[in-house]
């Protein structure tokens, strides 16, 4: 790996080759100079910064080979707080990190902080790319602690919101059911009133059968009333 310091014209500092961990290190870096680096004569296209001295820049590339052992993961986490537009923290969104080949690290729904806390298979030096949401809004290295904030129609509405609102719903529905039902009832209950100008009013369906069955009593009678009187005076044959 060649180091080169950008800021004076490009000018090579130092070459290293890789340990058995895969790291290169440099000791000798100039401060506050722009350092790009070249892997295998392949320029990254990535700058460091120096600054004070005695400090430490972590940058991780990758390159065609043969792996040797297990990748050496960060002891830092890399933590994203999502926000509204107001800058409060938001509850239940769906933050995803992924390497720059795509592929799903982990993903976490924030709490009532607002927080995403990512520690699993993370390498010093090494860009994630974090999306919230299912859009994508920027990238992290392990150490950063950042803020994503979401437009009113990128926040994820509450799943207690929607649970009430059905609730409601329900309840409104449940409500107009037993309205209309008494409605019905209210309705099918009968009141008898005497008509206004003294006229008899016609029976309803449970007065008429009482009629005809007082009507057939009263015959009856009268027919074995008749009978009786006639075979009392021998005018009936036995």
């Known amino acids: 790996m060649l180091v080169s310091d950008t800021t004076s014209g ?7 080759t890789t340990n058995d961990k895969g790291q290169a290190v440099f000791s000798a870096l100039p401060t506050n100079h722009s350092i790009s680096v070249t892997v ?10 120096t600054s004070e001295a005695g400090s430490q820049l972590f940058a991780s590339f990758t390159a065609k080979g043969q792996g040797v052992g297990n990748p050496t993961y960060s002891k830092q986490a890399a933590i994203i707080t999502v926000r509204n537009e107001d800058g409060e923290p938001l509850k239940d969104q769906t933050v995803t990190l992924k390497t720059q080949n795509g592929r799903v690290i982990e993903t976490i729904t924030t709490g009532v902080d607002g927080v995403a806390k990512f520690t699993k298979e993370l390498m010093d030096g090494t860009f994630y790319t974090y999306e919230v949401n299912n859009k994508a809004l920027g990238q992290i290295m392990p150490g950063d602690d950042i803020s ?25 529905k449940v409500e107009a059911s037993e309205e209309k039902a008494s409605a019905n009832a209210a309705s099918a209950t009968a009141t008898k ?26 015959t009856l009678a009268s027919v074995v009333g008749f009978m009786l009187s006639l075979r009392a005076k021998g005018m009936l044959k036995k």
């Open 148 to 172: 994503a904030y979401l437009k009113a129609d990128q926040i994820l509405a509450k799943s207690e919101d929607k649970d009430s609102k059905s609730d409601i719903d329900s309840a409104d």
């Open 193 to 218: 009133v005497t008509p206004k100008d003294g006229k008899k009013a016609l029976p309803s369906t449970g007065e008429t059968t009482s009629v005809v069955w007082n009507l057939l009593g009263i």
């Open 40 to 49: 295998n004569g392949i320029v990254q296209g990535y700058t460091l910064r």
């Open 10 to 16: 490009n000018q090579p500092i130092e070459t290293v």
